[in-house]
């Protein structure tokens, strides 16, 4: 079985700080890897790089086998690959389910040539099903701005798996969220990763979240890697627990 994502010897540095120092990782097919490090780790630069955001210094990204170092995030959305941002990347003045038609049109083409087609461009019964699938139902034809911070995140995550993408990266999908839809989420995540057989890469501080969600979880410190492994495999290694788990 080869790797969905394979990311080596990833660099980047601001001066004199080396913010990345020669990550490597794979991710295989329908596998959830987790991300998990102390504020600083590199975590996030990391993965900015993986997806285009900021350009790395060195190293290689390939996605299915293909290289795909230095494409911009809209070539690799049209490749493959969702993402979720730390911070919101809803519509708000525009409906959830329309959210989600423009997160599926991005995808296909020109996202804002299509915005002024007729109608939902055929999207209209896949936004439909999504919004089924996380429980929108009830806010569908509200404005994204006026819900929740909680239901917020859901919408912004159903918009990274409109495009049936082989790969997603979820920067942080609990931070900010009320702790009785945590919950909710990581049970969203669990069957999506069942019946639609994707890949996800989470980087997240919830321990438990990880812990319980993830097939194998990464550790960073200080820009690099400092062990690989599934959650008991981290949960018993001296290393991280001194330097990152605290006991």
Same mark, same amino acid.
């Given at each position: 079985?080869?790797?969905?994502?394979q990311?080596?010897e990833?660099?980047?540095?601001?001066?004199?700080?080396? +913010?990345?120092?020669g990550?490597s990782?794979?991710?295989?097919?329908?596998?959830?890897?987790g991300?998990?490090?102390p504020?600083?780790?590199?975590k996030?630069?990391m993965?900015?790089?993986?997806?285009?955001?900021?350009?790395? @210094?060195?190293?290689?990204?390939?996605?299915?086998?293909? @290289?795909i170092t230095g494409?911009?995030? !809209?070539?690799?959305n049209?490749r493959?690959?969702?993402r979720?941002?730390?911070?919101?990347?809803?519509?708000?003045?525009m409906?959830?389910? @329309?959210?989600?038609?423009? +997160? /599926?049109?991005e995808?296909?083409?020109?996202?804002?040539? !299509?915005?002024?087609q007729?109608g939902?461009?055929?999207?209209g019964?896949?936004?439909?099903?999504?919004?089924?699938?996380?429980?929108l !139902?009830?806010?569908?034809?509200k404005?994204?701005?006026s819900?929740?911070?909680?239901?917020?995140?859901?919408?912004?995550?159903a918009?990274a798996f409109?495009s049936?993408?082989?790969?997603?990266l979820?920067?942080?999908?609990?931070?900010?969220?009320?702790p009785?839809?945590v919950?909710?989420?990581f @049970?969203?995540?669990?069957?999506?990763?069942?019946? !639609?057989?994707?890949?996800?890469?989470?980087i997240?501080h919830?321990?438990d979240?990880?812990?319980?969600?993830c097939?194998?979880?990464?550790?960073?410190?200080?820009?690099k890697v400092? /062990?690989?492994?599934?959650?008991d495999?981290?949960? +018993?290694?001296?290393?991280?627990l001194?330097?990152y788990?605290?006991?």
């Amino acid at each position: 079985m080869n790797p969905v994502l394979q990311v080596s010897e990833l660099q980047k540095a601001y001066g004199a700080i080396q +913010a990345v120092g020669g990550v490597s990782f794979e991710v295989m097919p329908g596998e959830i890897f987790g991300v998990i490090g102390p504020n600083g780790s590199g975590k996030t630069t990391m993965f900015n790089s993986v997806l285009g955001q900021i350009k790395a @210094d060195a190293g290689s990204v390939r996605l299915n086998g293909q @290289d795909i170092t230095g494409l911009d995030p !809209r070539e690799l959305n049209q490749r493959g690959v969702g993402r979720t941002f730390q911070t919101l990347q809803v519509f708000g003045k525009m409906s959830v389910r @329309d959210n989600l038609i423009v +997160a /599926a049109q991005e995808h296909e083409g020109t996202m804002f040539g !299509r915005l002024f087609q007729p109608g939902d461009s055929g999207l209209g019964d896949k936004a439909d099903a999504m919004i089924d699938q996380f429980r929108l !139902r009830h806010v569908a034809h509200k404005p994204a701005g006026s819900l929740s911070y909680g239901q917020q995140k859901l919408v912004d995550i159903a918009m990274a798996f409109m495009s049936d993408p082989d790969l997603v990266l979820l920067d942080e999908p609990c931070a900010g969220v009320n702790p009785s839809l945590v919950g909710g989420i990581f @049970d969203l995540l669990k069957e999506l990763n069942k019946t !639609r057989k994707g890949s996800f890469v989470v980087i997240e501080h919830n321990m438990d979240f990880v812990m319980d969600l993830c097939h194998r979880i990464m550790v960073m410190v200080e820009g690099k890697v400092m /062990a690989i492994g599934t959650p008991d495999e981290i949960r +018993a290694n001296k290393d991280v627990l001194d330097a990152y788990l605290g006991n």
